[in-house]
């Protein structure tokens, strides 16, 4: 038990890693670039095709007969999520991206830290077998807490309320994912990470994210 406890541990501080090195890229980008649109279109449209093709492909293996419903789902959800994405850089610029996609990632490592250590009743095992209410609930406190303090620090300010939504937002994005992938009978949406999934595992949460963000009045 614990050793397959270590494992998981593992899977998920390689992810981690990643996450935090394109995160990093994405700051240096910031400053080298002074927050060019034409850079934040640039990035943007690279994930946006990035996801289609793994979501094209993940669908296309797929021995499920409702795979062409599942994939056109798939599309109208990374289509408005990109769009989403644009449509925070023109409203709020560079930091809503920040706030955006560092929120999914404290929800995701909290959820999962909390939800390791507590274990506790499962939300939706028919969906998701591992994600449990103190996974939920810890991981939307402490992504609220993280986030607050991050729009302070790079001066884009936050409510409780607004981080909280965001959050939500984020486990959201996780469920559906997670769903669809029941539908289609697969694992993960591709093999970028060993382990632990595709390009769509890692961002399932920034699409719903950046949609609740473009929803909402951050003003």
Known sequence: ?????????????????????????????????????????????????GCLIEWTYACFLSQSWKKHSIWILGVVFIVMGSNAFLKAFHSRGWESWIVIIASSIFTDT?????????????????ISASKTYSGA????????????ILGKLIHHPMSWMQAGTLSLCAQTGDFLESWAKRQLKIKDSGNWIKGHGGVMDRTDSWWTTAIGYSMKSWT
């Open 110 to 126: 909290f959820a999962y830290f909390f939800g390791s250590w507590f274990k506790g009743p499962k939300i939706f095992p028919a």
């Open 1 to 49: 038990m614990k050793s397959n406890l270590f494992s998981h541990l593992k899977e998920r501080a390689l992810s981690s890693i990643w996450m935090a090195f394109c995160f990093l890229v994405l700051f240096g980008i910031i400053y080298f670039f002074k927050g060019s649109s034409k850079i934040a279109q640039f990035i943007l449209l690279g994930l946006t095709a």
């Open 137 to 148: 609930i810890g991981g939307l406190v402490m992504a609220c807490i993280c986030t607050v």
